[in-house]
Every structure is written in C-alpha cells, then in structure tokens.
C-alpha cells in the first residue's frame, strides 16, 4: 500500500502563487507516472499535470506557462508550482501515483485551493 501526503494549498489572491507537495511512501523508482489532478464543484476531476519517470512532462492546456510540475528524488516527493493563479483554478487538488509494476495507481487526500480576491 502506497500513502501520499500533499501539503501546500490554501487561499490565495488572483494572480498569486502557491506550491503544492507530494511525498510518496515508495522509492521514486518504483513509480511509473507521478501527477496531480483536480476537481471542482460540480465538474469531473481532471489532469493537470504529469510527469513521467522517463519523458517529457505533460500540461493541461489551460495551466501551460502558469504551472510547473517537478520532481526531488531524494525525497520521493512531486511538486506542482502554481503562478498567476485564476479564480477558474479553484477546485480539490489531488496528487496521483502509477507504479511500474501492473501501472497500479494511488490517490492522494487532496488539498484545497481557492483563488479568490
């Protein structure tokens, strides 16, 4: 069983920032796709970004440019840097975990952010 801690939402003002974290309880490389996802009221959850264990990284288009998603190794941790946030980025940030072995995945808590003035 693989546990996921995030930390780092909150509130914050339109065009603020925040950074989100991931520590995952098993090595980094026993993972295959390391993301977080996101839902809001009333509407499906949905990729916003995704990084793989070997590859390029993967953006929802309405996050490219504002977000970045990054990795430490040493930690087995994934982060998500959000700039220039939106009220429209407003939902349940949830973290997502694929392991190499049977692609099987694991769900973060999820953490709230709010962007609002």
């Known amino acids: 069983q693989v546990q996921l801690v995030e930390s780092g939402g909150g509130l914050v003002q339109p065009g603020g920032s925040l950074r989100l974290s991931c520590a995952a309880s098993?090595?980094?490389?026993?993972?295959?796709?390391m993301g977080w996802y996101r839902q809001a009221p009333g509407k499906q959850r949905e990729l916003v970004a995704v990084?793989?264990?070997?590859?390029?990284?993967n953006y929802a288009d309405s996050v490219k440019g504002r977000f970045t998603i990054s990795r430490d190794i040493a930690k087995n941790t994934v982060y998500l840097q959000m700039n220039s946030l939106k009220p429209e980025d407003t939902a349940v940030y949830y973290c997502?975990?694929?392991?190499?072995?049977?692609?099987?995945?694991?769900w973060g808590q999820g953490t709230q952010v709010t962007v609002s003035s």
């Open positions: 098993v090595s980094i490389f026993s993972i295959y796709t």
């Open positions: 990084i793989p264990s070997g590859g390029s990284t």
């Open positions: 997502n975990v694929r392991l190499r072995v049977g692609r099987v995945e694991y």
